[in-house]
C-alpha cells in the first residue's frame, strides 16, 4: 500500500502537464501512487502520460472518454491504494515538500481532512501574484472538529481538492465522489466531507500553485455552464439532510449557496433558472444581494 495516491485528472494540458507531473514525481516524499487519467484529450497530452510513465513505475495511466474532471476523479479514485488521498489538476503543481509535509501532519494528528495554503501562479508573467493563507483564527484550534466552527465552516477556505490530503478509508465510508458535470464538480463533495470529518488539521503553507490567466479554462467559462453551479448547490442540501447534518451546518451552507449564485454575476434567465432548480427557501436566501454585500463588506474589512 503507497501512502498516499495522487489523483490527476487531464484533459488537453500539454503545455503544463510536464510542470504538473515533475511536481509529483520529485515530491520528498517518494512511497506514492501517481494516477493519471486521460479524459479524451485531442493533444499531445496522452503521449507525455506515457512518456513519464516509461520512466517511473509509480505512474498509472488510465484513459476514458471526455467526461469532465469529476468522473475522471472518480476513476482514479476506483483504483487508488493509498492510505491517503491527493488531488492535483493537470495545469497545476505542487511545492516539492508538500506530499510529505501533509502526510507527517494527517498522521501525528491522525486527522480525516489536512488543508494547506495556496497561491496563484500567473500563467503569462510566470510567477506568483497572490497567496491565499487561512485565517489564523482557525490555524490556532487545529485540529479541531468541524462542529467548532458550525456556522463558518465552508468559510474556512475553498471546496477545492486540489489543497486537500484525505484519509482514503474515510473516503470509502462516507460514499464520497465527485458529480458529472463540467464545473462547480467539487463543491458538493468537499463540502460534505468538511462536516463528516473527526478531526480536521491545518498547515498554514502554500503548497499548491494554481495556475490563472488561461482564457479556456472552466473557471474562465463558468457563467456557460451556470446549471452546473445549482446542481451542486442542490446536491450539497441532500448530502446534509442525507446524513442528518443539516441543522447543524444549514448557515454556512446558506452562505457559501448565496455565494456560488452571486459571484458568477447577473445575465439573462440566471433567476429564472434558480427558481426553477432552488427550494423557495434557498432561492430566497441566494437572490438577497443586500445581505450578500454587507457580507462581501465584512469580509474585506477583516483582510
Known amino acids: 500500500m503507497p501512502l498516499i495516491s495522487v489523483i490527476i485528472p487531464v484533459y488537453n494540458t500539454e503545455k503544463h502537464l510536464k510542470q504538473c507531473l515533475d511536481s509529483i514525481v520529485n515530491q520528498s516524499l517518494k512511497d506514492i501512487e501517481i494516477i493519471c487519467i486521460d479524459d479524451g484529450s485531442i493533444d499531445n497530452s496522452l503521449n507525455i502520460l506515457n512518456e513519464y510513465k516509461e520512466k517511473d513505475n509509480r505512474i498509472i495511466v488510465l484513459t476514458q472518454q471526455n467526461k ?17 488521498l491527493s488531488f492535483l489538476d493537470s495545469d497545476d503543481f505542487f511545492e516539492l515538500n508538500m506530499l510529505e509535509e ?13 488543508i494547506c495554503a495556496w ?14 493563507k487561512i485565517d489564523n483564527k482557525y490555524v490556532a484550534k487545529s485540529p479541531f472538529s468541524p462542529i467548532t466552527f458550525s456556522e463558518e465552516l465552508f468559510e474556512i477556505c475553498k ?12 473516503f470509502i465510508e462516507n460514499d464520497l465522489h465527485f458529480e458529472d458535470c463540467i464545473c462547480c464538480n467539487d463543491l458538493t463533495c468537499i463540502c460534505t466531507a468538511m462536516t463528516l470529518a ?51 451546518y444549514k448557515h454556512t451552507f446558506f452562505k457559501k449557496a448565496q455565494f456560488s449564485y452571486q459571484f458568477r454575476g447577473d445575465f439573462p434567465g440566471k433567476k429564472a433558472l434558480a ?25 474585506r474589512k477583516l483582510f
Open 68 to 84: 469532465y474532471a469529476g468522473v475522471a476523479r472518480n476513476t482514479g479514485l476506483s483504483v487508488a491504494k493509498g492510505k491517503y
Open 102 to 114: 501533509m502526510y507527517n501532519k494527517a498522521e501525528t494528528d491522525n486527522s480525516d481532512i489536512v
Open 119 to 132: 497561491k496563484n501562479y500567473h500563467n503569462k508573467l510566470k510567477k506568483s501574484t497572490k497567496s491565499f
Open 159 to 170: 471546496p477545492n481538492p486540489w489543497t486537500k490530503l484525505f484519509k482514503h478509508d474515510f
Open 198 to 248: 473527526k478531526k480536521i488539521s491545518i498547515i498554514n503553507k502554500e503548497f499548491v500553485n494554481y495556475r490563472i490567466s488561461q482564457d479556456n479554462s472552466i473557471t474562465a467559462n463558468r457563467i456557460k455552464n451556470f446549471d452546473s453551479v445549482l446542481y451542486a448547490i442542490n446536491k450539497l442540501d441532500f448530502n446534509l439532510k442525507k446524513h442528518n447534518v443539516y441543522d447543524i
Open 275 to 299: 427558481k426553477q432548480m432552488l427550494s423557495d427557501e434557498l432561492y430566497k436566501y441566494v437572490t438577497d444581494t443586500n445581505n450578500y454585500n454587507k457580507a462581501i463588506h465584512k469580509k
